[in-house]
């Protein structure tokens, strides 16, 4: 069975609240990962609201990343759901701040080897100034993935 089925039919959209996400970017970038990216490093994306489509790209390729489904961890993780919680709020810190060596220290802090940007992270980090990445290119960042809708950038050490 091919789970990614309905992402390749033709218009297939998610209706997220926040706006529509095209699933053909995501799949495209998701099966580059699949057949690319070897071991697991750990990514970083959007982190959503419950019952969203989130942790998709974690989802797909196996790979962790910073944040999945934030409810799911701190239910296995009650004691320590303040840690999700400070997950949370650090991805959303690293997608939006404007301080280049802040955003490093993030992705230094959760050992981040792949950005990913897409549709949802547009949608869920509106205000963030998503060029910044490629400002870091050269300085930090490679750009390793792009089609219409999605970037993957490697954090280089």
Same mark, same amino acid.
């Given at each position: 069975? &091919? ?16 706006? $529509?996400?095209?699933?053909?970017? &995501? ?13 697991? $490093?750990?990514? =970083?994306?959007? =982190?959503? $609201? *419950? ?11 196996? *790979? $962790? ?15 320590? #759901?303040?840690?999700? @919680?400070? #997950?949370?709020? &650090? =991805?959303? @810190? *690293? ?10 220290? *993030?992705?230094?802090?959760? #050992? ?8 949802? @992270? ?6 963030? &100034? ?13 750009? =390793? ?13």
């Amino acid at each position: 069975l &091919d789970g990614t089925a309905y992402m390749k039919a033709e218009g297939a959209v998610y209706p997220d609240p926040n706006g $529509p996400i095209t699933f053909e970017w &995501d799949y495209w970038a998701i099966k580059w990962m699949q057949e690319n990216i070897p071991g697991s $490093p750990v990514i =970083v994306e959007a =982190v959503t $609201p *419950l019952y969203r489509w989130g942790a998709r790209v974690s989802v797909y390729t196996g *790979l $962790p990343t910073v944040v999945g489904w934030p409810w799911h961890q701190m239910q296995q993780r009650w004691d320590d #759901r303040h840690q999700v @919680e400070s #997950r949370v709020a &650090d =991805v959303e @810190e *690293l997608f939006i701040t404007a301080d280049l060596s802040r955003t490093m220290m *993030l992705l230094e802090k959760y #050992r981040v080897s792949y950005i990913y940007i897409g549709e949802q @992270e547009r949608l869920y980090y509106p205000s963030a &100034d998503m060029t910044k990445f490629d400002r870091m290119t050269g300085h930090g960042l490679e750009l =390793v993935y792009e089609n219409p809708g999605v970037l993957i950038y490697l954090v280089r050490r």
